[in-house]
């Protein structure tokens, strides 16, 4: 089902807070043979999503989403997005391949 936009007034937003931000965190232990020790560049393909708290736009991070593949980053990116009621908007690039009301009956 197709979510109403949410028409908000607009605010001020200080510098650095204009953008919403998206943490994707790589678990590290257990790639190096020594306790406590890393091997730097190196990670497993699974971790968790997470969302910056931004007090301009309202967010408040919840629980961090984890992935277990690179093929699952998307839709923890996607639920992490959801959790936190952001609405995205086509780009000017997209909506050369994805029509403005695609999701209207």
């Known amino acids: ?10 605010r001020e937003a200080k510098h650095g807070e204009k953008m919403i931000e998206v943490k ?4 590290t232990d257990g790639v190096a ?10 990670a497993w393909t699974s971790g968790v999503v997470r969302i ?12 961090p989403v984890p992935f277990n593949s690179l093929l699952d980053v ?11 009621g952001v ?11 994805v029509p403005k009301a695609i999701d209207q009956d």
């Open 1 to 10: 089902m197709p979510k109403e936009l949410q028409t908000a007034e607009a």
């Open 24 to 27: 994707i965190r790589f678990w």
């Open 33 to 42: 043979a020594d306790v406590g020790k890393v091997i730097p560049k190196n």
């Open 52 to 63: 910056e708290p931004n007090k301009s736009h309202g967010i408040t991070p919840q629980n």
């Open 74 to 84: 998307g839709a923890a990116i996607e639920k992490v997005l959801i959790a936190h």
């Open 87 to 97: 609405t995205l908007h086509p780009s000017r690039k997209m909506r050369k391949y």
